[in-house]
């Protein structure tokens, strides 16, 4: 027997997957009988948006969505082994998969439960069918339930890239070693033992992470082989289509220029078009797009300076965008923005307001209401140039938006999915532009790309490659990378946190040695894990504080909102780098109240951070300051040489003074700390910090974090730990 191999529950009568369940979710669903039972499906199944059907030759696979941030990337990753895919609802009936022909199905992850309230309708006879099936996360453990195992929440989350160990005899793993870096993100697991019918395949030290019942060509896997942290997710899904399913190979993507171009002269026509550039490599591909099939004075293209541009940006737009030939119209709204409000929605996400009008932007607090009040502006003052400037109408003009995939799956959009939670509303997918996407006014050719699949567009249309590859910078601009606060934010079990990050940081003292909470500790960490704490923090002195602040993660595929951890050491010239990335792994795994987890440079923090710098975009001075130590930090990486060595880099103004000895309440913060976020990603859907002295030389982040330190009113620098998941690209 291999260690791979686990004790099986014994065969029972309700471990057979011969009858559908349903749960409480559907959207525009119309009721199928499926045996003795009705479950609700959607009248249109295809929700992928490709706009045209394989010829009856090509192999086709069904993605069944439960709500995945990364059903679009399965999708992808099919695509790319040239096999035909379809993106349709989780509650869709065997009967209909098998009037279509389709090879097999994958089965997304989700951020809903198997279990308890709002489970989500499937049907379950799909597990008992001849049709090969993959469950991915939340498919993983639906695959469980049905033949009558058991998934329950454990002591501890797993979110980042981490090592398993796999079954190289199954097929699923063919050409596999047995040790594989994967993702995995889920607060529920599948707990042993397993069913009989299933065999495990997969194990992360004692976790089940991979179940099979080879005979009916039945897998899942806890985690995701569709995203760039799991290394050989390519050879795995290889394996399931090619090998186990039998699937052919015979569907080839048309050439994305063509398909772009034609989808643009399909939906404009002769109609006017209106682009609202903001300089980044989404839009300007847009813009080239249109340029090819727009003439001139039917393409407006507007650039709206909104107050929170990085230094010069928007001159620089403009410059870049006139080179390729396209007139700009530029307009600076700086003073509108800063003292905008929207009106909210009475279903604006189920909120209750005092007042249907929302604070102004520079008073808002909230990070979602700052992204939607810039994101229903944006669309107000275009409409005001159109009008009073133009003498248009908004209804006589197609809006073109460079949307990605990524920003409607992280802003819930019905487009990508019916059950995704919104992780963060992005300011071209805000109530405002849906509803002008409803009256069929918007045009988005992009919709179904990814980044780097944008990028490789943009070379292919000719673009200059430092247009392409200059770093994205997000619709609300510096707005959502300045943190506000009006209190500190201490979460129901705050004071637990702040023990347990202290005995994680810790963890060797002899003094925790008789705490209940170290024993807590202990148990839930696997016993490498506890050797490594054990060294690490004998080898290095690591203090552990837990701030009184938020920031937006993504957890298990639904948005979290939680403390930020800062480590600090005395080793200024000797940063034990690889040590605090591991603890970064480890922090939010078993402090569920912690999703991000960042470095202050500096001597080791003594003093508790017990209150924050009130903030607000409101003084002058913050929306200057958070400009200059961005431009800073962004200008050392570019006179480095190390641009194109990184994804992407965040730069964070966040309402904490460090080293300050005061338990007043009243004590007014003054200073604000800077965080420092290079990081390292293809699609954007997942990624991980950039390793100083790997990914880029150590003296380059030294030098940022000096240079941006010598700024005015800088208590510390900080440098961003956290992989995604758990932590997003943004703060916010």
């Given at each position: 027997?291999?260690?791979?191999?686990?004790?099986?529950r014994s065969s029972s009568a309700t471990s057979t997957p011969n009858a559908a369940?349903?749960?409480?979710?559907?959207?525009?669903?119309?009721?199928?009988?499926?045996?003795?039972?009705?479950?609700?499906?959607?009248?249109?199944?295809?929700?992928?948006?490709?706009?045209?059907?394989?010829?009856?030759?090509?192999?086709?696979?069904?993605?069944?969505?439960?709500?995945?941030?990364?059903?679009?990337?399965?999708?992808?990753?099919?695509?790319?082994?040239?096999?035909?895919?379809?993106?349709?609802?989780?509650?869709?009936?065997?009967?209909?998969?098998?009037?279509?022909?389709?090879?097999?199905?994958?089965?997304?992850?989700?951020?809903?439960?198997?279990?308890?309230?709002?489970?989500?309708?499937?049907?379950?006879?799909?597990?008992?069918?001849?049709?090969?099936?993959?469950?991915?996360?939340?498919?993983?453990?639906?695959?469980?339930?049905?033949?009558?195992?058991?998934?329950?929440?454990?002591?501890?989350?797993?979110?980042?890239?981490?090592?398993?160990?796999?079954?190289?005899?199954?097929?699923?793993?063919?050409?596999?070693?047995?040790?594989?870096?994967?993702?995995?993100?889920?607060?529920?697991?599948?707990?042993?033992?397993?069913?009989?019918?299933?065999?495990?395949?997969?194990?992360?030290?004692?976790?089940?992470?991979?179940?099979?019942?080879?005979?009916?060509?039945?897998?899942?896997?806890?985690?995701?082989?569709?995203?760039?942290?799991?290394?050989?997710?390519?050879?795995?899904?290889?394996?399931?289509?090619?090998?186990?399913?039998?699937?052919?190979?015979?569907?080839?993507?048309?050439?994305?220029?063509?398909?772009?171009?034609?989808?643009?002269?399909?939906?404009?026509?002769?109609?006017?078009?209106?682009?609202?550039?903001?300089?980044?490599?989404?839009?300007?591909?847009?813009?080239?797009?249109?340029?090819?099939?727009?003439?001139?004075?039917?393409?407006?293209?507007?650039?709206?300076?909104?107050?929170?541009?990085?230094?010069?940006?928007?001159?620089?737009?403009?410059?870049?965008?006139?080179?390729?030939?396209?007139?700009?119209?530029?307009?600076?709204?700086?003073?509108?923005?800063?003292?905008?409000?929207?009106?909210?929605?009475?279903?604006?996400?189920?909120?209750?307001?005092?007042?249907?009008?929302?604070?102004?932007?520079?008073?808002?607090?909230?990070?979602?209401?700052?992204?939607?009040?810039?994101?229903?502006?944006?669309?107000?003052?275009?409409?005001?140039?159109?009008?009073?400037?133009?003498?248009?109408?908004?209804?006589?003009?197609?809006?073109?938006?460079?949307?990605?995939?990524?920003?409607?799956?992280?802003?819930?959009?019905?487009?990508?999915?019916?059950?995704?939670?919104?992780?963060?509303?992005?300011?071209?997918?805000?109530?405002?532009?849906?509803?002008?996407?409803?009256?069929?006014?918007?045009?988005?050719?992009?919709?179904?790309?990814?980044?780097?699949?944008?990028?490789?567009?943009?070379?292919?249309?000719?673009?200059?490659?430092?247009?392409?590859?200059?770093?994205?910078?997000?619709?609300?601009?510096?707005?959502?990378?300045?943190?506000?606060?009006?209190?500190?934010?201490k979460a129901r079990d705050y004071d637990r946190t702040v023990?347990?990050?202290?005995?994680?940081?810790?963890?060797?003292?002899?003094?925790?040695?008789?705490?209940?909470?170290?024993?807590?500790?202990?148990?839930?960490?696997?016993?490498?894990?506890?050797?490594?704490?054990?060294?690490?923090?004998?080898?290095?002195?690591?203090?552990?504080?837990?701030?009184?602040?938020?920031?937006?993660?993504?957890?298990?595929?639904?948005?979290?909102?939680?403390?930020?951890?800062?480590?600090?050491?005395?080793?200024?010239?000797?940063?034990?780098?690889?040590?605090?990335?591991?603890?970064?792994?480890?922090?939010?795994?078993?402090?569920?109240?912690?999703?991000?987890?960042?470095?202050?440079?500096?001597?080791?923090?003594?003093?508790?951070?017990?209150?924050?710098?009130?903030?607000?975009?409101?003084?002058?001075?913050?929306?200057?300051?958070?400009?200059?130590?961005?431009?800073?930090?962004?200008?050392?990486?570019?006179?480095?040489?190390?641009?194109?060595?990184?994804?992407?880099?965040?730069?964070?103004?966040?309402?904490?003074?460090?080293?300050?000895?005061?338990?007043?309440?009243?004590?007014?913060?003054?200073?604000?700390?800077?965080?420092?976020?290079?990081?390292?990603?293809?699609?954007?859907?997942?990624?991980?910090?950039?390793?100083?002295?790997?990914?880029?030389?150590?003296?380059?982040?030294?030098?940022?974090?000096?240079?941006?330190?010598?700024?005015?009113?800088?208590?510390?620098?900080?440098?961003?730990?956290?992989?995604?998941?758990?932590?997003?690209?943004?703060?916010?």
């Amino acid at each position: 027997m291999s260690f791979l191999s686990g004790k099986s529950r014994s065969s029972s009568a309700t471990s057979t997957p011969n009858a559908a369940v349903v749960g409480s979710r559907s959207s525009d669903a119309v009721e199928v009988n499926v045996g003795s039972k009705t479950i609700a499906t959607t009248t249109t199944l295809p929700v992928n948006g490709n706009g045209f059907l394989p010829s009856d030759n090509v192999d086709k696979v069904a993605i069944l969505d439960a709500g995945s941030q990364y059903g679009k990337v399965i999708d992808r990753r099919i695509r790319e082994l040239n096999v035909y895919t379809d993106i349709l609802p989780l509650e869709t009936p065997l009967s209909v998969l098998l009037e279509k022909k389709y090879k097999a199905v994958i089965i997304s992850g989700g951020p809903s439960s198997v279990y308890g309230e709002g489970v989500l309708s499937f049907d379950a006879q799909i597990f008992n069918s001849p049709v090969p099936v993959l469950g991915i996360c939340y498919g993983f453990q639906l695959l469980n339930k049905v033949y009558g195992g058991t998934i329950a929440k454990t002591s501890r989350r797993n979110d980042g890239q981490t090592e398993v160990a796999v079954d190289e005899s199954s097929p699923l793993f063919k050409k596999l070693k047995t040790q594989q870096q994967v993702l995995l993100t889920h607060g529920d697991s599948v707990i042993a033992p397993v069913p009989a019918e299933l065999k495990v395949i997969a194990k992360y030290h004692e976790l089940v992470v991979g179940l099979a019942n080879e005979k009916n060509k039945k897998y899942g896997l806890q985690f995701h082989p569709e995203v760039d942290l799991t290394t050989n997710g390519a050879q795995i899904f290889s394996n399931f289509l090619f090998d186990i399913a039998e699937v052919k190979p015979n569907f080839r993507m048309n050439e994305r220029e063509k398909e772009c171009l034609h989808f643009l002269k399909t939906n404009i026509k002769n109609k006017t078009v209106l682009l609202l550039a903001s300089g980044g490599v989404d839009s300007t591909v847009c813009a080239a797009l249109l340029s090819k099939v727009v003439p001139k004075d039917k393409l407006i293209v507007l650039h709206i300076d909104n107050g929170f541009m990085r230094k010069n940006e928007s001159q620089e737009v403009v410059k870049n965008l006139s080179k390729l030939g396209l007139n700009v119209i530029h307009r600076n709204y700086s003073e509108r923005f800063h003292y905008a409000r929207r009106r909210r929605p009475e279903e604006d996400d189920g909120a209750e307001y005092v007042s249907v009008m929302s604070p102004t932007l520079s008073e808002t607090i909230d990070p979602e209401e700052k992204r939607k009040i810039i994101g229903d502006t944006f669309m107000e003052l275009a409409n005001h140039v159109l009008k009073d400037e133009l003498k248009l109408d908004m209804t006589d003009v197609l809006l073109c938006q460079g949307t990605l995939r990524p920003d409607l799956i992280e802003s819930a959009s019905k487009i990508a999915s019916h059950k995704a939670d919104a992780i963060k509303t992005h300011h071209n997918d805000t109530n405002f532009v849906r509803l002008l996407r409803d009256k069929g006014l918007v045009i988005e050719p992009l919709k179904d790309f990814h980044k780097d699949e944008v990028r490789k567009l943009g070379m292919d249309l000719g673009l200059p490659e430092e247009m392409v590859y200059r770093h994205p910078f997000p619709g609300p601009g510096l707005a959502v990378r300045v943190i506000c606060a009006s209190e500190p934010y201490k979460a129901r079990d705050y004071d637990r946190t702040v023990i347990l990050l202290r005995i994680i940081c810790s963890f060797s003292d002899p003094v925790w040695h008789l705490s209940v909470l170290h024993e807590s500790v202990k148990q839930s960490l696997t016993p490498e894990e506890i050797t490594f704490l054990e060294a690490a923090t004998r080898e290095h002195k690591i203090a552990g504080h837990v701030l009184p602040i938020r920031s937006v993660g993504v957890q298990g595929d639904g948005r979290s909102f939680k403390h930020v951890a800062a480590l600090s050491t005395d080793e200024s010239s000797r940063i034990p780098w690889l040590v605090l990335f591991r603890l970064a792994e480890l922090i939010p795994r078993i402090c569920q109240s912690i999703s991000r987890v960042a470095y202050a440079f500096g001597p080791r923090i003594i003093y508790e951070v017990e209150f924050i710098t009130e903030t607000t975009l409101t003084p002058f001075h913050v929306v200057t300051k958070i400009q200059e130590v961005d431009a800073i930090a962004q200008q050392v990486l570019w006179d480095s040489g190390c641009y194109r060595k990184i994804a992407q880099m965040p730069v964070i103004l966040i309402p904490v003074e460090f080293d300050v000895d005061t338990v007043d309440p009243q004590y007014p913060g003054r200073k604000h700390s800077v965080v420092l976020r290079p990081f390292i990603s293809n699609d954007f859907m997942t990624g991980k910090a950039a390793i100083p002295g790997q990914d880029l030389p150590e003296e380059v982040v030294i030098k940022m974090a000096q240079s941006v330190a010598e700024v005015g009113g800088v208590s510390r620098v900080l440098y961003d730990l956290t992989c995604k998941p758990p932590g997003t690209t943004e703060w916010e």
